[in-house]
């Protein structure tokens, strides 16, 4: 089945404390993006990969970090989390080409809780 | 800069009842239109896309949506809400870049 799987779907964390929320696609797709979902505001991307190796800043990339070193994962790293990170994050990945049609396709999402 | 603007946040209707859902648009060029879906606790889903010709498009869960160039407007519609149609909804346009870039959102409610 084709999709993109998210892990942990839930964390509590304390600030300062390192985390890492996994992505993985099985659809062999070169576009990955990283959401936060926060309400009133809609999705936020924080940092997207058109390809292997290949990762841009978003719109919201503070305080975040994020890795491409095979075509399906795309982990997203919170070196030092703080309060104001908690929220719904959204993995998505679309198959990228020569035009882009937006069409993403999501994971479940990962809600963080950072105390 | 490419926006969307959804002007409801939440919208509640009675089942049986139809709906429109709002959605406007800023973007230079002919855009890629989407709407998406998210029920509670679960991630988004596509609904239904424009990218060109027919401007009214048919998607899943009988949902269908007309894209209106002069109204710079992509609204949703539905003839007869069901219960299980309460959710998020989430316009979107795709912007050069492989940036695609959302609404704010409206909440359905569904009321029996």
């Known amino acids: 089945e084709a999709q993109v799987t998210q892990n942990p779907r839930y964390l509590i964390t304390v600030t300062g404390k390192k985390l890492t929320v996994t992505c993985s696609q099985n659809?062999?797709?070169?576009?990955m993006s990283w959401y936060r979902q926060d309400p009133g505001l809609g999705l936020r991307q924080i940092y997207y990969?058109?390809?292997?190796?290949?990762?841009d800043k978003g719109d919201v990339p503070e305080g975040y970090k994020v890795s491409r070193k095979e075509k399906r994962n795309f982990p997203l790293i919170l070196e030092s989390p703080s309060p104001n990170q908690t929220s719904l994050y959204f993995c998505?990945?679309?198959?990228?080409?020569?035009?882009?049609?937006?069409?993403?396709?999501f994971g479940e999402g990962s809600r963080l809780t950072v105390l | 800069a490419q926006s969307v603007t959804q002007p409801d946040i939440h919208i509640t209707v009675s089942e049986g009842a139809s709906l429109e859902l709002r959605c406007n648009y800023s973007?230079?060029?002919?855009?890629?239109l989407f709407w998406y879906v998210q029920s509670p606790g679960q991630g988004l889903q596509l609904l239904l896309k424009?990218?060109?010709?027919?401007?009214l498009v048919q998607g899943i869960k009988g949902f269908e949506a007309e894209f209106k160039r002069s109204q710079s407007s992509f609204n949703l519609r539905k003839p007869s809400v069901h219960w299980s149609d309460a959710a998020e909804y989430f316009c979107?346009?795709?912007?050069?870049?492989?940036?695609?870039?959302f609404g704010a959102g409206t909440r359905l409610f569904v009321k029996a």
């Open positions: 998505a990945s679309t198959p990228g080409g020569l035009v882009n049609t937006g069409e993403l396709f």
């Open positions: 659809m062999n797709h070169e576009y």
């Open positions: 990969s058109m390809n292997v190796e290949v990762t």
């Open positions: 973007y230079g060029a002919t855009p890629y």
């Open positions: 424009y990218f060109s010709g027919d401007t």
């Open positions: 979107a346009v795709g912007a050069p870049g492989f940036k695609t870039i």
